[in-house]
């Protein structure tokens, strides 16, 4: 068996290194799951509050921008009909919740690949049951993540996974709220 070496495997090799760093993250964050049903976790949720974690300097420059991202998921959400709110509305509203999306990329300059993970989340304001008048926020529901690698000109294949991803999220809140 021939040993490959030089830049190209040291490129390939830290690009494999970083996937599988990401693919151990995200399956920690699977068997974390609540395995209650959709409708268990979402019903009664009569609006949403969507907050996108700051995108990488690289990825941004790149074109992944944080706009783009909170625009795409929020015009996703009314295009189905999910009632949109600003965070001063979230703030004075008992029934909604607060959509979560992290979007973590790693540029290796030297190839012009990207590694990236996606994590989508609900949390909700939630009540300690020994001290009630301490309100926490909780994960009420959460999909599986997304994993990938791209290549610099193809970046808008992340917003595409991201939204499948809302589409995931879309499809049990529907569920659990059928229009009446």
């Known amino acids: 068996m021939k040993q490959v070496s030089g830049r190209g ?16 993250t995200l399956a920690s964050r699977v068997l974390a799951l609540d395995p209650g049903s959709p ?3 979402l019903a ?3 609006a949403i509050h969507v907050v996108v974690e700051d995108i990488n300097r690289d990825a941004e ?3 992944l921008l944080r706009s783009t991202l909170q625009t795409d998921v929020e015009l996703k959400l009314r295009l189905a009909g999910i009632h949109v709110v600003t965070e001063r509305e979230w703030w004075d509203s008992t029934d909604s919740g607060t959509l979560y999306l992290r979007v ?3 540029k290796h300059v030297e190839s012009g690949l990207y590694a990236y993970d996606i994590d989508l989340h609900l949390k909700e304001s939630a009540r300690r049951v020994r001290k009630p008048t301490i309100i926490l926020s909780a994960v009420t529901w959460n999909t599986p993540g997304m994993i990938g690698l791209v290549g610099v000109k193809n970046l808008s294949e992340v917003r595409q996974s991201v939204r499948d991803l809302v589409d995931r999220f879309i499809n049990a809140y529907l569920a659990a709220n059928p229009k009446r």
């Open 39 to 41: 409708e268990a976790r």
């Open 61 to 63: 420059r790149d074109g």
């Open 44 to 46: 009664g949720i009569t």
């Open 9 to 24: 495997s040291s490129t390939m090799r830290k690009l494999s290194v970083a996937a599988v760093a990401v693919f151990l």
């Open 104 to 106: 973590g990329t790693l």
